[in-house]
T-cell receptor, first 115, second 114 residues
Framework: AQSVTQPDIHITVSEGASLELRCNYSYGATPYLFWYVQSPGQGLQLLLKYFSGDTLVQGIKGFEAEFKRSQSSFNLRKPSVHWSDAAEYFC?????????????FGKGTKLSVKP | EAGVAQSPRYKIIEKRQSVAFWCNPISGHATLYWYQQILGQGPKLLIQ????????DSQLPKDRFSAERLKGVDSTLKIQPAKLEDSAVYLC????????????FGPGTRLLVL
C-alpha cells in the first residue's frame, strides 16, 4: 500500500537559515510527488510537484525538492527561510496508472521561524 | 481565475445532529475530491467524483456520510448523524482530470461536534 512518512513533526529554524523537510514514500512504481503548504485556517497550496524527468524540481516561494528513487525520498529545501514561511508542510504521493487520482498525504511537518 | 469555494467556513453542532457542506470547484475542472483532515493529521480522501460519477468512495463511512455532485459541478457532503470523532476540517479540491493532475484546494470547513 502507498504511504508517506514525514519524520519530523515540528521544526524550528532561524530566519535566514536553510531548511530541509524530509519526506519518504512507499510505492511500487514511480509515483507522482507533491509538496503542499497550509497556513493556519487556510486550505492547501501547491509548492511543487514531480511527475517525471529532472529529479530536482523548482517550486514557488524559492522552494525546491529532489526526488531520489534509491532512497524513496522527496525532501523539500529552501536556502534562506523567511518569517512568512511559518506554516505546516505536507508531502503527498499520487499513483501513476489506473483510474484514480487521489493523493496519500503524510502527517505534516510544522515549521516555526525564529526572528 | 476563481479558486475552489467552500461554505460554511465553520460549523458547531451537537452529536447526532446532521450537517452539510458545500463546494464549488474551479470552472472546467471535471474531478472533485472531498478530504477529511483531523487535527494533527494529513488530509484523508473521503470520496472523489469524475463529473457527476463516483470514482472512489472506499474510505467514506457510508452509514453516516453521503455526497453528491448532481450536475457535475458543485457538490454537497452530508453527515447524519454526526459523532464526536467527525470533528475535523473538511477540504474540497478539484483538478482538470484524474491521475497526476494538480489538485487545487478550497479553504475548508472546520467542524466541531460537541
Amino acid at each position: 500500500a502507498q504511504s508517506v512518512t514525514q519524520p519530523d513533526i515540528h521544526i524550528t529554524v532561524s530566519e535566514g537559515a536553510s531548511l530541509e523537510l524530509r519526506c519518504n514514500y512507499s510505492y511500487g512504481a514511480t509515483p507522482y510527488l507533491f509538496w503542499y503548504v497550509q497556513s493556519p485556517g487556510q486550505g492547501l497550496q501547491l509548492l511543487l510537484k514531480y511527475f517525471s524527468g529532472d529529479t530536482l524540481v523548482q517550486g514557488i516561494k524559492g522552494f525546491e525538492a529532489e526526488f531520489k528513487r534509491s532512497q524513496s525520498s522527496f525532501n523539500l529545501r529552501k536556502p534562506s527561510v523567511h518569517w512568512s514561511d511559518a506554516a505546516e508542510y505536507f508531502c503527498a504521493v499520487g499513483a501513476h496508472g489506473g483510474s484514480q487520482g487521489n493523493l496519500i498525504f503524510g502527517k505534516g511537518t510544522k515549521l516555526s521561524v525564529k526572528p | 481565475e476563481a479558486g475552489v469555494a467552500q461554505s460554511p467556513r465553520y460549523k458547531i453542532i451537537e452529536k447526532r445532529q446532521s450537517v452539510a457542506f458545500w463546494c464549488n470547484p474551479i470552472s472546467g475542472h471535471a474531478t472533485l475530491y472531498w478530504y477529511q483532515q483531523i487535527l494533527g493529521q494529513g488530509p484523508k480522501l473521503l470520496i472523489q467524483f469524475q463529473n457527476n460519477g463516483v470514482v472512489d468512495d472506499s474510505q467514506l463511512p457510508k452509514d453516516r456520510f453521503s455526497a453528491e455532485r448532481l450536475k457535475g459541478v458543485d457538490s454537497t457532503l452530508k453527515i447524519q448523524p454526526a459523532k464526536l470523532e467527525d470533528s475535523a476540517v473538511y477540504l474540497c479540491a478539484s483538478s482538470l482530470r484524474l491521475q497526476g493532475e494538480t489538485q487545487y484546494f478550497g479553504p475548508g470547513t472546520r467542524l466541531l461536534v460537541l
